[in-house]
Structure formats: structure tokens, C-alpha cells
């Protein structure tokens, strides 16, 4: 009896080694099997993190070297703009050089500009007004203009007889706009505030000029702009496409 008692009280407490070595073993795994969760969770945080700061310095580096690109760029058609109104400055006082130094040049180039003005209006009385120093050579140019006019017309319209009457309004004379000679700087050297008064504003362009004329119908209604001012801005505009091909290529 006692001999029972003892191999059972062994079966139990086998049972219960065996039981704990189980309970022992199905932790461990449970173990591993959480801290490979949570290992491979922390690496993929790890990861994750790591990409985003990639990103990010990515995205920087892209927005610093856009900001540089764009900067560059900037500065090329400050250059290029800077150049080109140089060469527009330039230009103008070359005209005024020569208006002033050839008389016969300069009314032959306002009688001219009175015929197209002329053709522009078509009205049978037509007031110019001018630079106060150029009056004169106004007044010595209306007859060979109003002549050239009626010419054209009898030409291109089969004989048209048209009678024209040009009165020079004396009382308002233009305002006459300084040039200033950039001819011997750099582009380097030509400022930006130098470059903003070469060209003048279309709400300027009927009241200042360095030369020329403008012409409107009797009543003022209608206005032809043929100042010099206004032409050499109008020519080069429509030579920009040829000066920027030379200059930087297409």
C-alpha cells in the first residue's frame, strides 16, 4: 500500500514536471514569437523614420536646387533685360544725336512721320503739336507733307482731290524729355534705375518726347502718337525677336 502511494506521488509530481516543461516551453515560444513582433515593429518604425528624414532631405535638396535654378534664371533675364534695354538707350540717343546735328535729316523725317499721320487721320483739318524748338522745322515741312498726302491719295484712290488745313498748336507744346548718352558703359555698369527712364509710359507717351509729333483731329478726339519716343519703342518691340536671336541665340 504504501509502495502505491509512493509511485503515484512520483506519476504526480512527473506529471507535474512534465506539465511545468511544457508551460515553460509554450512561454519561451510566446516570448520569442512577441519579441519578434515587436523587434520587427520597432524596424519598421526604424525604417519608416528613416525614409521620412530621406524624404524630407530629398524634398529640400530639391527646393534648394530649384531656389538656386531659379535664382540663376533671375539673374540671366535681369542680364538679358539689362542688355537689351542698354542697346535701347543707345539706340535713341543715336536718333537724337542725328535730329540735332542734321537739320535737312530731321524734317525730312518729320514730314514723314505728318504724312502717315496724315493718312491715319484722313481729316480735312488736322492740329500737330511739337517740341517747342522744333516750331520751325514743322512749320518748313506742313506744305511738302500736305502735298506728299494729296499725292498718294491720287494715286491709290484714282484721282482723290483732298483738301488738308495742318494748324500747329503753339499753346501746347510738348515736354521735352532729357536723353541721357550710356553709349560708353558697360551693360555691367547701366543700373536698373538708369533703364527705367528710357522708356516712357503709355501715359506719358502724349504729353513728353525727345522729338517728332503728335497729331490729332481738330476736335482732339482722335490722336495719332509720331514721336520719336513712341516709334523707336514701336520698332524695337518688333525687332526684340531678331536682337534676342543674335544676342543669345534661340
Known amino acids: 500500500m504504501l509502495q ?53 532631405k530629398a524634398q529640400q535638396e530639391r527646393i534648394k536646387h530649384s531656389a538656386l535654378v531659379n535664382g540663376a534664371r533671375m539673374r540671366l533675364m535681369n542680364a538679358r533685360n539689362q542688355a537689351l534695354t542698354k542697346i535701347f538707350s543707345d539706340s535713341q540717343y543715336q536718333i537724337y544725336k542725328m535730329i540735332r546735328q542734321d537739320e535737312r535729316f530731321y524734317e525730312e523725317l518729320l514730314k514723314n512721320l505728318m504724312v502717315q499721320g496724315l493718312i491715319k487721320l484722313f481729316e480735312h483739318e488736322v492740329v500737330v503739336r511739337c517740341l517747342h524748338r522744333d516750331i520751325r522745322h514743322v512749320r518748313n515741312v506742313i506744305d511738302d507733307a500736305i502735298s506728299e498726302f494729296q499725292d498718294i491719295l491720287r494715286k491709290e484712290l484714282n484721282g482723290l482731290e483732298f483738301e488738308v488745313k495742318i494748324d500747329i498748336d503753339e499753346d501746347k507744346c510738348l515736354d521735352e524729355r532729357t536723353l541721357i548718352d550710356n553709349s560708353i ?50 520698332t524695337f518691340q518688333d525687332s526684340l525677336p531678331i536682337i534676342r536671336s543674335t544676342l543669345f541665340g534661340k
Open 4 to 56: 502505491d502511494q509512493i509511485s503515484l506521488a512520483e506519476f504526480v509530481l512527473q506529471e507535474a514536471r512534465e506539465k511545468c516543461f511544457e508551460i515553460e516551453v509554450k512561454a519561451f515560444k510566446q516570448f520569442e514569437k512577441e519579441k519578434k513582433q515587436i523587434v520587427e515593429k520597432e524596424k519598421s518604425n526604424i525604417q519608416e523614420e528613416i525614409n521620412t528624414k530621406y524624404k524630407k
Open 185 to 234: 558703359k558697360s551693360v555691367q555698369d547701366y543700373s536698373s534705375q538708369e533703364s527705367s527712364s528710357e522708356v516712357i509710359s503709355k501715359t506719358e507717351n502724349d504729353k513728353k518726347c525727345f522729338g517728332g509729333i503728335l497729331m490729332t483731329t481738330k476736335d482732339g478726339l482722335i490722336v495719332c502718337k509720331n514721336t520719336l519716343d513712341v516709334r523707336t519703342d514701336q
